[in-house]
């Protein structure tokens, strides 16, 4: 088996699936090829040379959803980056998601864990809220409600959009997240966060750990 990168296969998989959801995805194609080389640059690579190497970091890969979220992140910056920098005026409404606003929110990151034991649970639906409604995100491939998985190690990660008819662009604003799974009983947290007036690819806000309680009567 020759050398290979297998950070290139994950990286244009995970190019298709972030550009699959988008509105203007047909506009982008023309972009693929920059963009998975813009990502590249940034990830660290990662070699094989055998089959047992492929399968050792298939697994990994698995389950590091930071670099799953790593290069989600650095895919969303290479659309923005490349976009803003070639046609500008051809892709001025393209790129209106990110390059139009003025205001922005840092990524919003959390864990949800089994009270008790600290262990993952599958399947909790966590939904970001403002104003008692659901938040929209700034991309369309960033959901919400957010589905945990085995894999994400109980982690979520949301990017809020700002919305300026609502929002307060010098202040707090108040955001409620709940936690929903069949055998748990509902949680829910609050915090603030204050609208940035640039996008800062390196800044998140960590909310605390959510720990849910097993509700005995449906186990």
């Not at 290069?71 to 070639?86: E, Y």
């Not at 990110?98 to 864990?113: A, D, N, Q, R």
């Not at 945990?148 to 300026?164: E, H, Q, R, S, V």
């Not at 603030?192 to 005995?216: E, F, G, Q």
Request: charged share 25%; aromatic share 12%.
């Amino acid at each position: 088996m020759s050398l290979v990168n297998m950070m290139e296969d994950k990286i244009k998989a995970t190019v298709n699936e972030v550009l699959s959801v988008r509105d203007d995805r047909f506009l982008l194609t023309k972009y693929m090829e920059d963009i998975v080389a813009f990502v590249l640059n940034r990830v660290p690579p990662r070699y094989i040379t055998s089959g047992r190497g492929l399968i050792h970091n298939e697994i990994e890969f698995s389950i590091n959803s930071q670099l799953q979220t790593d290069i989600r992140l650095c895919v969303n910056d290479a659309i923005r980056t490349l976009t803003s920098r070639r046609e500008p005026e051809k892709n001025a409404s393209l790129m209106s998601d990110y390059v139009g606003k003025h205001y922005y929110f840092p990524y919003v990151i959390g864990e949800v864990l089994e009270e008790s034991t600290f262990s993952i649970i599958p399947d909790v639906e966590v939904k970001l809220f403002y104003n008692n409604s659901p938040v929209s995100m700034i991309d369309p491939s960033w959901a919400n409600p957010y589905i945990t998985c085995n894999a994400t190690k109980g982690f979520y990660i949301f990017w809020p959009d700002f919305l300026k008819e609502e929002m307060d662009t010098a202040g707090d604003n108040i955001f409620r997240i709940s936690f929903r799974h069949k055998k748990f009983f509902k949680k829910e947290l609050s915090f603030s966060m204050r609208a940035l007036d640039n996008i800062n690819m390196n800044r998140s806000l960590v909310v605390p750990l959510a720990l849910l309680k097993i509700d005995d009567e449906t186990s």
